[in-house]
């Protein structure tokens, strides 16, 4: 074989070597792709769960003079919204505070306005459903309602 030969079959070698790395890549990515998208899936239906069980806690939280079993009740969806909690930090999954901002569309949802004196036009008046992120990205908006223009009595 020639020089040439020997350089021309080395640098297909070398081309297919990179070539294959590439695809092992793409699919890596992709594979990452599908695990976050099916962990942000099943993490968004485990968020209603989660606000059923907050509703629970602040439900429960008036009742002062409850009964010991009230009280173990309480203690009980307590201790399953902790570790809701733990899970969503591992799956790195952070809600937002929204009351008495700024109403952001790209994170919030407006489900109603309310005429205010206290706030100004466009400032967040009550977070109705918490909203969530996952690695810097939207999992879930906040509904929210924006507080309005005071109206006008006669």
Do not use: C
């Amino acid at each position: 074989m020639e020089q040439e030969d020997i350089a021309e079959e080395r640098n297909a070698k070398l081309r297919a070597l990179a070539s294959l790395e590439n695809l092992r890549r793409q699919k890596q990515i992709e594979i990452e792709s599908a695990r976050d998208l099916g962990e942000a899936t099943v993490a968004g239906a485990f968020l209603e769960i989660l606000d059923d069980v907050e509703r629970a806690v602040d439900a429960m939280k008036p009742t002062r003079k409850g009964s010991k079993e009230e009280a173990a009740i309480l203690a009980g969806f307590q201790h399953v919204f902790a570790k809701f909690g733990q899970v969503l930090e591992r799956l790195e999954i952070q809600g937002f505070e929204t009351e008495g901002q700024r109403f952001q569309a790209e994170l919030m949802d407006a489900i109603a306005a309310s005429p205010s004196n206290q706030l100004a036009p466009g400032t967040v008046a009550t977070e109705v459903r918490r909203g969530y992120t996952r690695r810097g990205k939207l999992l879930r908006p906040a509904q929210v309602v924006v507080a309005a223009e005071p109206r006008d009595e006669d």
